[in-house]
């Protein structure tokens, strides 16, 4: 399993190794003693998994607020996706920038995304089937957005503002702008 630091160190692209034959291939998806070392050791307490039917469906960005705040283990394990993490944590050197990386039942890969991070992805395939681990459950009192077409994230969605397929929560986020983060930098 090769992990690795993205542009923000926080976040780690994961890619497990695949040994391969005329069968198939088996991996290893999730293993604590290679994120203990890399410096990652945390406590998975949920899955969660979603399917996507249409291309360019949005989901994003969201996070939980504290003392419900996740970390989350993301892999497509059909069709594929691009995934966001964007620094929301107050004082960060890279508050408000964003890490992206293409995730697909082909690359095998996953992104680690720690809590203090606002998480969405949009498909790039039809019947995207994602699934994730986090460290704290859900917990709807805590559950919190930013806008995912906020300009100031300058994120390239693969997907245009019109074409998108979002749920009625995911239009009304506000910009990070206007949001007060209950993360900070350092905590």
Not at 19 to 28: I, N
Not at 80 to 90: G, H, K, P, Y
Not at 101 to 129: C, I, K, M, R, Y
Not at 133 to 155: E, F, M, R, S
Request: proline letters at 5%.
């Amino acid at each position: 399993m090769k992990i690795t630091d993205t542009a923000i160190s926080d976040v780690k692209l994961i890619e497990p190794k695949r040994f391969g034959d005329h069968r198939g291939y088996f991996a290893e998806t999730f293993k604590a003693s290679a994120l203990k070392d890399a410096g990652v050791e945390l406590n998975w307490v949920q899955d969660n998994e979603s399917l996507s039917a249409t291309v360019g469906t949005v989901r994003g960005l969201h996070f939980q607020t504290p003392p419900f705040a996740q970390d989350k283990l993301v892999r497509c394990v059909q069709g594929a996706l691009l995934d966001v993490a964007v620094d929301i944590r107050v004082g960060s050197p890279t508050f408000g920038q964003h890490v992206s990386a293409e995730l697909s039942a082909e690359n095998g890969h996953q992104l680690l995304v720690p809590a203090g991070f606002a998480h969405g992805f949009a498909t790039l395939q039809a019947d995207t089937l994602v699934q994730y681990k986090v460290t704290n459950p859900y917990a709807p009192d805590c559950d919190a957005g930013i806008a995912w077409d906020d300009p100031a994230l300058g994120i390239d969605w693969r997907v245009a503002a019109g074409k998108a397929v979002l749920s009625e929560k995911d239009t009304k986020h506000p910009t990070l702008a206007d949001y007060a983060s209950p993360f900070t930098y350092g905590d």
